[in-house]
């Protein structure tokens, strides 16, 4: 068990800085996620963690120790990478053993340490089998054990999940789960994927072009983004983003954009005629029935573009005014191009951005 500190962490390579100023507190035990488009730093970070890069300046400290000199082997971390890299000769037992063979330890206490983390990873059938043998969630869970058996006080995974197809990778994000819930250690993931950072994290930490945009739960990036990034880049799909105009009277607040103005209750941040940034969550669309729930006034006519039935949910795309509207219904909704509907709009979720800094109005 272990806290991770980054105290100011950056990483040159030659003149550019890829990695600016990181800073992040991680608990004991807790699952952080890592995450951001191709690019962002998020996995030099985690080399760096272990071992892997070197640190152009800044501190890293695990449970209170400085690493920053310190070889990746004494760090008692333990990596999982995208690639497998599985010993294709050894079976899986001896996959899993190699590290504590090399390690010099005691064929009963390997035997131990192997067949507890095969229970945890429900691979005891396939102890004798070499990886050819297996499926691919069966290879990526091989590989989680060679870091379980070393009973690390860190796990570090970087994108362990992204070759794998789609059922696959929902059933690992249980058993990563699971596996976390079973073993209490403090995990370090890295994804570009934001639905595996919303559903693993205990908090996620959004990167873009090396600067850590926004720490916190996942409930709290998605409902207070801190930022523009932030608010596009979580959530599918993407949140609506339109420009607004606000007005602040003495008869109440009010909001206007597509050519129609909604009363709503504005932040202290916004001042009358301001020009701003108006984000709409695709689920804050409402129809039928949660209408009632709305006011009148915050109900619209959408031309629909096109829909799409996904499960018991369905995705409609309709223009209001100029501009082109994504709703997450509930239910499945059919509805010809061209149709109009009547949707409600639920404004007590609006989030509203500086146009100029791309900061939210609090």
């Not at 796990?155 to 209490?184: C, G, V, Y």
Request: aromatic share 6%; proline share 5%; net charge negative.
């Amino acid at each position: 068990m272990a806290q991770v500190e980054l105290l100011d962490i950056c990483k040159r390579f030659g003149t550019t800085e890829v990695v600016h100023n990181a800073n992040l507190s991680i608990g004991d035990n807790e699952f952080i996620v890592l995450v951001g488009p191709s690019g962002c730093g998020k996995s030099t970070i985690l080399r760096m963690i272990a071992g892997l890069e070197t640190i152009s300046s800044g501190e890293i400290r695990i449970n209170d120790r400085k690493v920053n000199e310190v070889m990746p082997k004494d760090r008692d971390v333990a990596m999982v990478f995208q690639n497998y890299a599985l010993y294709p000769h050894m079976s899986v037992f001896e996959n899993m053993a190699f590290s504590l063979k090399m390690a010099k330890l005691g064929k009963n206490e390997i035997r131990q340490k192997v067949d507890k983390a095969a229970d945890i990873l429900e691979l005891t059938p396939y102890l004798h089998r070499k990886p050819a043998a297996l499926s691919g969630g069966q290879r990526q869970r091989v590989a989680m054990g060679r870091a379980i058996v070393r009973s690390p006080s860190v796990f570090l995974f970087d994108e362990p999940l992204s070759n794998l197809d789609a059922q696959l990778r929902t059933q690992m994000r249980m058993e990563l789960k699971k596996m976390h819930l079973k073993m209490k250690t403090t995990t370090i993931y890295v994804t570009h994927d934001q639905i595996e950072a919303m559903t693993l994290a205990d908090r996620i930490v959004i990167l873009k072009d090396g600067r850590v945009q926004q720490v916190g739960t996942p409930v709290e990036v998605y409902e207070r983004p801190d930022n523009r990034f932030v608010a596009s880049f979580i959530g599918n799909p993407p949140i609506n983003m339109l420009e607004a105009v606000v007005h602040r009277a003495g008869d109440g607040d009010a909001i206007s954009f597509c050519g129609l103005t909604f009363p709503v209750t504005l932040p202290d941040g916004c001042k009358d005629q301001d020009q701003v940034l108006a984000g709409i969550r695709p689920d804050s669309i409402k129809r039928d029935g949660a209408l009632a729930a709305l006011p009148e006034q915050w109900l619209i006519d959408g031309r629909v573009v096109v829909s799409e039935i996904v499960g018991s949910q369905s995705l409609l795309e309709f223009t209001l005014g100029e501009a082109s509207v994504v709703a997450e219904l509930e239910g499945r909704v059919t509805a010809a191009p061209g149709q109009t509907m009547k949707l409600g709009l639920n404004l007590e979720n609006l989030l509203l951005f500086d146009p100029d800094t791309e900061q939210a109005i609090r």
